[in-house]
């Protein structure tokens, strides 16, 4: 069932009317029963899978928890993260590494009668990447003393398999969300405002931007080669801003939907086009993963606390899974370990420039100097996006090729008129909130201003919105 459909809409009808006449006892089961019924609607048989993962980390947080001896809560961790990781593994990448070893078998020894790449026929269950992550920060806070297990277990349940979160993120902290759930909800008039706001602009980010970026990007990374590097150049340019109103227009629903009903769901996004280096970005872009990561590995690995090169296989390392964890494919483990390049490249330019005391003067604190570290690293950030929207590498090369021998064409002038009337009104608006430092600095203009804003997007939506309730991209993975 998709936000941006209209059963969705008669769905959360009633489960928003339901809500308002319950206890909040049974508002939380009530919330269990809609998000079995919200993911059945893709496959109810996986709802099993995902039963059986929360049953398991019950079990094994409330072991950590009452047992004092080190090696039975190590025990328990173990167990946990080992069937949470088995059941991403199998399902996720089994084919992955099955056919990957067939290929390398067969390149050492091209004699031998080896293939069974196929031998599975897997369905990635939906949402999956995501509540597995939230399960295990789950039991490693517990481990780690951070937090104690959930009371109840059907209030665990809630926290993994709340609807407007399951599918696409953003990744909660049990620690953050928990007690959301086992306290009474207060629902404000002020907090209803702002998720509606938020879920408005969610389907505007999807249905105006993303889905008619889609119309650009899509036949350009589908068609065989040659490439016409014009086309490419803008193709990747609006896959940045189509991957981007995707992600954070589902995030914002997500947000705004969870508002509604007295939730405080985390931010995900915070203009990370705005970014002047690869740090800045990964703490703008899919926060929750990024700090993820950084909490339940790269700290783990030894972070920053080493030598300088333990300090580099760290972030590579981190920045690779970061890329694993996307989907079963070379071509996102190739963006993690740009982006890993990236942080590390990074690093070593600031420790030369604190060595040697480089500086430029007034001009490196203008906002010239600002602007081009932005358009910079934009640029950077687009060749990442090329790796991870390639079909594979061997599509990569081409398409570089293509950019770089003729980046410019002819037949480059509609798709860039595209490119430009759907993204001018994100970028204004960004640009407004960047400057005020506020996401939801439209609830605070003068009414006339809002509701101009508000008939604007509206029209964009009736007129040249995108019909049909597209997939959310990051539902794949």
Known sequence: ???????????????????????????NRMLILASCLFYSAWNW???????????IDYFCSNKIYGSGDKKIRRKFLFLSIFVNLSILGVFKYF???????????????????????????????????????????????????IMRPAKCYWDYVLFVIY????VAGPIMRAKDLLPQISQPRVLRLEQFYEGCYLISWGFFEKIFVADNLAKIVDP???????????????????????IFCDFDGYSNIARGLGKCMGFDITINFRWPYCSTNPVEFWQRWHISLSSWLRDYLYIPLGGNRQSVAMTYRNLLLTMLLGGLWHGASWTFIVWGAYHGILLIAYRIMISIVKKFSFSTGAFSKGKTWFLIRIIFFFHLTCIGWLIFRAGSMAQVDQMLMAIFIHPFSVDMVNSMRGLVF???PVLVIHAIQYCRNDLMVVLKWPIFLRALFYFVCFYLLMVWGVEGGKEFVYFQF
């Open 1 to 27: 069932m998709l936000f941006n459909s209209f059963e969705f809409l008669i769905f959360f009808i009633i489960v928003y009317t339901l809500y308002f006449f319950l206890s909040h006892h049974w508002q």
């Open 45 to 55: 048989k996986f709802l099993i899978l995902m039963f059986l993962s929360i049953t």
């Open 95 to 145: 084919n992955f590494f099955l056919g990957n070893l067939e290929a390398a078998v067969s390149w050492l020894f091209p004699a031998l009668p080896f293939e069974f790449t196929h031998a599975l026929n897997i369905i990635l269950p939906v949402g999956i990447s995501f509540y597995t992550f939230e399960a295990i920060s789950y039991t490693v806070d517990v481990y780690r003393g």
């Open 163 to 166: 609807f407007p979160h399951l």
């Open 220 to 242: 350009i990374f589908l068609a065989p080669p040659p490439y016409d590097g014009g086309k490419v150049l803008i193709a990747v340019y609006a896959f940045a801003f189509q």
């Open 422 to 424: 759907c993204v001018t």
